[in-house]
């Protein structure tokens, strides 16, 4: 399948006509061929009057036919085959073998959703049947289903250009929802965007669906990305980037005469919380495992972590010496973008520089493309009076904080702002330890994890990708797992309604019903 | 018990320091006793630091305990006795029965939120079991609850002295989820928001629960509801009140360094339909049901029907006179307060004045205090061409508009904002004609109910009292019913975790885990 460079608008392909984006080659800055054009209003428009037209008959296709579409977009993106690894490796500078495994990732991530479907429960069906005896008054029937709250944008991250993007978790769950999905492309990797939906498309076409239920659009600027969020016909967005990105479009969905949510995934320290009996067991360990998983993918991750707590001492010691010394074997590696190497560079630039910070190690040095990753240290009285210690340096870069004892920790974990994961390295004698702080802990995370690193984010029925401002603008959310449908939904009761012109869920003799409550007690069975 | 004007903050009952309200008498105008003192800024802050000291130990509490916490607060609501209704009914202008319904479905909810508590399966946990052996990558043991949000706080609603005040569906749903909840109490019913929050207080005391758990402010101007919703140890707001006001808090809560969720209900006009064989067959019958429920409460209620779309013709006209000479026989009835009667009868001013509105039929005239009912009627090309007829006019007036056929009702359904409920009047021959309008119903409301009116709001696990923007701030949320929980909750994963470090409700060996989702499929029955 050949890249051209045009917009998706529904079924047709179309040279977009407000200005030119160009791909870059992350590993060498050299232009790629071709050049995308990126929407005008008037195309803009185009997509979402297709998708708000789709919308009616889209949401109210069988779950089952939603789950072979799904399927259909999984089978077309691995028929793709070398032509999208090696674009993507390509525009993203990330390893083949990194890249081959994030397409499986996404595959995996649609046929989840897939069998969420067929199992027909992501509707959370209720009904309370009538009771016409009842005293002093009757009570109605009542029946409860979920429906798609209609097209959604979204807008794919850099750095996970196949999971995060344009058949990425967001469209994945909005699609299974029953929504038309809008994908604002991320200028980063428009070669990759364009083969995937491109591979989205056929899925459409092979399932004969409404042919607005899937475009995707190019922008030379801001203007697409905004005009989306603003659109009428725009029910809800999916984001995950920068938190100013995030801010941005949450203002405009929030201005909109009828206001929409924006699920944002935006920023994040991720801490890694080093408890004494772990140290003086395994130290050098997971000083050499932190520094794995602090330099992969160049440190880009939405969950890389950050920021260590530990309290001082000759464990801690141990674990700064033995993550310098695996740090100064690591190689630079290729960053997403020349914007991103620069925000990397100014932001380790920065804690260099601080007067109270100390420079613990670097990895090695790279090209004028590349990220050198960078350890440092600081104390919690330093941490906890300069609130800019505390944002996020996207990249390799990370933050040890010496603390006095476990309430100079708790001290820490209470200043920090809401992160999408936060790991601790434990053994049997910090379990009391940890257990005090496992309130603020909760507070403070989507997700917790014990003897790991966040890094590896598992696309499951339990997982939280997602926690409280500003690693999501919506803390209730997950933006990976099966739970990620939950956001694209929204009740809709129905009232001593004739069984003909109930939705097929919610007939009384309904064969797809397969979960469901009666009167608020869960009925069928795990089959 | 008697009611003293009085702050509850936590344990101690203080005067309030800022400005003084009075309640007022509704049938009379008359002052009542005693006056209630405003909070001052530091009696917020105390309220807030309360609130935020209970929250870690409040929310752990066992669901069980927070069970008989629910049902202390309706016994002690019961216990309240004649005070309670005679206060309240002197307070609301509303009749004494409909005053003594509304305590048995404010009771009635707390025990809805106690049955739910017991059963425990509003954590909806999950577990994905560790794969060690999974290849290319082991799978990690991962574990989901829902956990509170935090402190939570609320603002009542006029028309709702009870079920949607002090111990409301906000306030039971937001304790059930282990949120502790401070309200801001209505100034139109200040005596029976004091004497609830006793009962409420009480029952902190009887269940041994952390005093923050619950604090009761009132509020002499603006500046506490304000305070409340820009303090950051809230963290989400439920309210239920007019469209400006729900928009002043949204604002304020989307401008803090971490915005927080506003759920607010705030307008709807409740569109009726009527088809072509009901008024057929039984117009007069309908146009009598229309007016009570036009009336019911001096029509002061969320989802009162203020306005009717039909075909023109004969049926109609039957409609029209049989609810013209139902409303002749129905009396003046008192309004809950004078802002509310004076906007009341600037709306049905306006309408009365409109070139393009024809007054139709008035209830019986009252005294100074009382509305008049009113009913009005239009044509579709009237009500499409002027924005503002799309407005509600809170109280007992209704716009019916005349439309030429079905694809004009559709038009003037499609010009509509979100709704709480629409209704239909149909029968056997009008379903076709029906169902070729649900897709834009469902976008429409949040509950479509047949040959009734929305005014009986049923408080059960199938209910959705919510609905698209401007119905509710939320349209993915309900307040009435078991489903509001999941406003006030969001889900924290946990990854590795030893089981002794675990929640009680995800240990492998919980007694508590009621229901739940293994691998994403439901486990355990309804007993």
Chains 1, 2 share one sequence.
Request: aromatic share 6%; net charge negative.
């Amino acid at each position: 399948m050949n890249i051209s460079g045009e917009l998706l608008i529904g079924r047709h392909a179309v040279r977009g006509g407000a200005g030119t984006i160009h791909a870059i080659d992350a590993s060498t800055g050299a232009t790629l061929e071709p050049p995308f054009g990126g929407a005008t209003p008037e195309q803009l428009d185009q997509a979402c009057a297709l998708a708000w037209q789709a919308f009616d008959t889209y949401r109210e296709t069988a779950p089952e036919r939603r789950a072979d579409f799904l399927e259909a977009i999984a089978a077309n993106i691995l028929a793709l085959g070398d032509a999208l690894i090696e674009r993507c490796v390509s525009e993203s500078g990330l390893p083949r073998a990194r890249i081959e495994g994030e397409r499986g990732r996404t595959v995996g991530q649609l046929r989840l959703f897939a069998g969420m479907l067929r199992q027909g429960d992501f509707l959370e069906l209720r009904v309370d049947p009538a009771q016409p005896e009842r005293k002093p008054l009757p009570r109605a029937d009542l029946r409860l289903r979920h429906i798609p709250l209609g097209p959604v944008a979204v807008f794919g991250a850099s750095n996970f250009p196949l999971a995060f993007s344009v058949a990425g978790g967001d469209t994945a769950s909005a699609l299974a929802a029953g929504c038309p999905v809008i994908v604002k492309a991320h200028p980063a990797h428009p070669g990759t965007s364009e083969l995937v939906g491109r591979a989205i498309r056929q899925a459409v076409q092979e399932l004969d669906l409404p042919e607005g239920t899937f475009s995707l659009l190019f922008d030379a600027g801001l203007a697409v990305g905004q005009g989306l969020v603003a659109d009428r016909r725009i029910k809800a967005v999916g984001f995950t980037g920068s938190r100013a990105g995030g801010m941005a479009l949450m203002a405009i969905a929030a201005a909109r005469p009828e206001p929409i949510p924006v699920f944002a995934e935006m920023s994040s320290i991720n801490p890694v919380l080093l408890f004494p009996q772990a140290l003086a067991n395994r130290a050098a360990a997971i000083g050499e495992a932190f520094a794995g998983s602090l330099t992969l993918g160049a440190g880009q991750f939405c969950t890389n972590p950050g920021l260590v707590l530990a309290v001082a001492g000759e464990g801690l010691d141990r674990f700064l010496e033995s993550a310098a010394a695996s740090l100064a074997r690591i190689g630079a590696q290729s960053m997403l973008t020349r914007g991103i190497l620069r925000a990397y560079c100014n932001g380790v630039g920065t804690l260099a520089q601080h007067p109270r910070v100390q420079a613990v190690a670097r990895g090695q040095a790279g090209n004028d493309m590349q990220g050198q990753a960078a350890l440092f240290c600081t104390d919690a009285d330093a941490f906890l009076a300069d609130e800019p210690l505390r944002h996020e340096v996207f990249g390799a870069s990370s933050l040890v904080v010496r603390c006095r004892d476990l309430a100079e920790i708790r001290r820490v974990v209470e200043s920090l702002e809401g992160q999408l994961t936060t790991a601790l390295h434990l053994d049997a004698g910090d379990h009391d330890a940890a257990r005090t702080l496992l309130p603020s802990l909760e507070r403070l995370a989507g997700r917790i994890l014990v003897n790991g690193f966040g890094t590896g984010v598992e696309v499951g029925h339990a997982m939280v990708h997602g926690g409280p401002w500003p690693a999501t603008s919506d803390g209730r959310s997950t933006s990976v797992g099966s739970l990620a449908i939950a956001r694209f939904v929204r009740p809709v009761s129905y009232q001593d309604m004739p069984a003909d012109l109930l939705p097929p869920s919610l007939r009384p003799d309904s064969p797809q019903r397969h979960t469901w409550r009666l009167d608020g007690k869960p009925q069928g069975q795990a089959d």
